[in-house]
């Protein structure tokens, strides 16, 4: 099952769980994408809540966000011009080694084809770029839970996920853990996610978080079997928010 735009979208912004959830993630993320950001950043999936202090602070920095046909889309920033786009998951409208840093959440773990999506993540990441994936933990709380997003679609171990980067041609710099608490929408559980995450990274147990934070890059010595692109294929920015489900949007 995959998530509709609309939901990921009221989770984030519309509940205090999510809200929280936000906080957690972006505390881990900070220098992992400042330090990635340069000419062009892309957002795959549902990275929105990830990017948009981001581009608030990044001064002559294109970016871009791409949401696959079967999420939906969603105008992105709110308050100034669209750079968000619905496309094919396997076949991005930019050019090839472009990306000086992309990020994919909420994408990897409900692909109809993870390795062709990485395949065409690694056609349009810069030699020098950086590759940043949240995915939700195979052995954490979250992936049991659909309480958050986190708990649809395919959860993956940490051998899992370095196996799956590798045969794509990618090197892990490195895996961070984050959400170590319980994803309750209310009481005691809620209100210690901050308690609980403090504990964890203090326990550094690559196991107990409910998310992985991969950090990776090409492997430019690999062999190169990615497929033929389709570049400079056209899109128009998204003006309000689209659902591709078939459920009434209220």
């Not at 984030?12 to 906080?23: A, F, N, P, V």
């Not at 999506?117 to 770029?129: A, W, Y």
């Not at 590759?131 to 959860?155: C, E, H, M, Q």
Request: aromatic share 10%.
């Amino acid at each position: 099952m995959k998530l509709d735009v609309i939901e990921l979208k009221e989770f984030y912004s519309g509940t205090e769980l999510g809200r929280t959830t936000k906080q957690l993630i972006n505390r881990v993320l900070g220098a992992k994408i400042n330090s990635g950001i340069g000419s062009l950043t892309i957002g795959f999936g549902f990275a929105c809540p990830f990017l948009e202090d981001k581009i608030k602070i990044s001064k002559n920095k294109d970016f871009l966000l791409l949401m696959p046909s079967e999420q939906g889309v969603v105008s992105w920033p709110e308050k100034s011009k669209s750079v968000s786009a619905l496309v094919d998951e396997v076949s991005w409208p930019v050019n090839t080694s472009s990306a000086d840093l992309i990020l994919i959440s909420h994408g990897l773990e409900v692909s109809d084809n993870q390795d062709l999506l990485l395949q065409e993540v690694r056609r349009v990441l810069k030699d020098s770029g950086k590759l940043v994936i949240l995915v939700p933990n195979r052995t954490g709380f979250w992936a049991r839970s659909d309480s958050t997003p986190f708990g649809y679609g395919k959860p993956y171990s940490i051998s899992q996920l370095t196996s799956l980067l590798r045969k794509n041609q990618f090197q892990v710099d490195s895996i961070t853990p984050s959400l170590y608490g319980f994803p309750a929408k209310g009481g005691y559980w809620l209100k210690s996610l901050f308690l609980w995450e403090k504990l964890g990274r203090k326990l550094n147990s690559l196991f107990l978080g409910g998310l992985l934070v991969v950090e990776a890059r090409k492997d430019v010595y690999a062999v190169n079997n990615v497929k033929s692109s389709n570049v400079g294929r056209l899109f128009s920015p998204a003006k309000v928010p689209v659902s591709t489900m078939s459920k009434p949007l209220g």
